[in-house]
């Protein structure tokens, strides 16, 4: 799963540093596909927000999601943190893996701090949510992209739910043939 957007014809990759990104992955420059698969979102129905069938676009786009994805895992929310810095509020989740990951790398360490800002998709409903997220697990797609001197991530939160979990696993499959 790892690097496969290195792939792509014209563009420039960087290696990121080992501590930051799993061994092996390809950090390119974030652009408006990366917003769209990793845009720092939190799923509405992830958080019993909107219970709809998922429409085949969605299946696709978290199938492509799964496949350019640096990490695949399950992660519970430790902590949530809410700040202002510079008059702007902010929040930090801390998220830990829940066994193993689904692809083939994990995240360093085992865990990952996410930052929502207000202009992060996923701030209305940390904001709505904020402590009640701690605790609550997810499927997490994780990416670096360049960003200046250190790579930055980038991450879609989905419902930990069997069908998430069985579409991942096939996307992935399908990924490795």
């Known amino acids: 799963m790892a690097g496969l ?70 992660v519970r929310v430790q902590t949530v943190t809410a700040d202002v810095i510079h008059g702007e509020p902010r929040y930090q989740l801390v998220v830990a893996e829940v066994g193993p990951p689904l692809g083939s790398a994990g995240l360093p360490g085992g865990r990952a701090e996410l930052e929502v800002v207000p202009q992060t998709p996923a701030f209305g409903i940390v904001r709505a949510h904020d402590a009640r997220l701690v605790g609550k697990s997810f499927v997490g797609f994780f990416r670096w992209f360049r960003a200046g001197e250190e790579p930055r991530l980038h991450w879609h939160l989905a419902a930990d739910d069997p069908e998430t979990l069985s579409a991942v696993r096939e996307a992935a499959l399908v990924a490795e043939n």
């Open 5 to 74: 957007l290195g792939s792509v014809i014209g563009c420039t990759a960087s290696r990121p540093p080992a501590s930051n990104v799993p061994p092996g992955a390809v950090v390119l420059p974030y652009d408006a596909y990366g917003a769209h698969l990793f845009g720092d979102v939190i799923e509405p129905d992830a958080v019993g927000l909107l219970v709809a069938a998922p429409s085949t676009q969605a299946r696709l786009t978290l199938a492509e999601r799964t496949r350019q994805s640096h990490v695949v895992t399950r």
